[in-house]
């Protein structure tokens, strides 16, 4: 009885599968980097209609038995309150104006506390936060962050300051279905965002790092912490002067 003999089957890439598979991802890489250029470039002119953050919270929302909510009013730049506009900076990224999307004092004091084995603490910009909250998806992954450093520079280089500010105070999540100064303001004030004062302004912009825990109608004592730090920094940044 004769026997049989597999012979694994060896593949081999010469010098033509080479050049065609680095042709491949040469295409789909410029492929990637012009649309994302010009998606960045329309959200320049055109206000971002939602958010995947949105969805996903309102689609959690249904699966919790609640109805759909989704609150949000956009303002532009010169209708908002600059006392708000000093609070985002004195409370989320101080250095704002100066840097170009990357705070490396800032990353490098969290990693210190983080190494000290502290509660984790992020070292975000606004740019970051912007470029994470209108382009990519909620989660933490390595993968994430580094389209999160791509579209940090992209509008950086392609939006002005101004309109980076803009776009976050009006859909960061400030509450359980709140997106945005203004609907915030509605929320917890009655009153609009282009009114606000320093202290209210200091109290909206305290619960961020937690806006489904935290309420500016219900401070708790380390939002009031959080407030008294933000009024001391926005004295600090008096001389900051907006268009």
């Known amino acids: ?9 060896i593949y081999t890439f010469d010098s033509n599968s080479f050049e065609m598979f680095f042709g491949l991802l040469k295409k789909i890489v410029l492929y990637f980097v012009a649309v ?35 609150e949000k009013e956009w303002r532009n730049f010169d209708e908002l309150s600059n006392n708000l506009k000093k609070a985002a900076l004195a409370g989320e990224d101080a250095a704002f104006m100066e840097h170009w999307g990357f705070d490396f004092k800032a990353i490098q004091k969290a990693f210190e506390k983080n190494q000290k084995g502290r509660r984790i603490r ?35 280089l392609l939006w002005s300051k101004e309109r980076i500010l803009e776009v976050y105070l009006n859909v960061i999540e400030m509450g359980d279905g709140i997106y945005g100064a203004e609907a915030a303001t509605q929320a917890y004030y009655g009153k609009s965002a282009q009114s606000l004062s320093k202290s209210q302004a200091a109290l909206l912009i305290a619960v961020l790092p937690s806006p489904l825990k935290w309420s500016p109608a219900k401070p708790n004592r380390t939002v009031y912490y959080r407030q008294g730090l933000i009024l001391r920094n926005m004295r600090r940044l008096r001389n900051v002067q907006f268009d």
Do not use: C, H
């Open 122 to 156: 992020g070292g975000s910009t606004i740019s970051q936060q912007t470029a994470k909250n209108v382009f990519l998806w909620p989660g933490r992954s390595w993968l994430r962050k580094g389209f999160e450093a791509y579209f940090t520079v992209l509008i950086e």
């Open 1 to 9: 009885m004769g026997r049989f003999f597999y012979a694994p089957t």
């Open 36 to 70: 994302t250029v010009a998606w960045v470039l329309i959200y320049r002119f055109v206000n971002p209609p939602i958010t995947w953050l949105m969805v996903q919270r309102s689609m959690e929302r249904q699966a919790d038995g609640k109805s759909w909510k989704l």
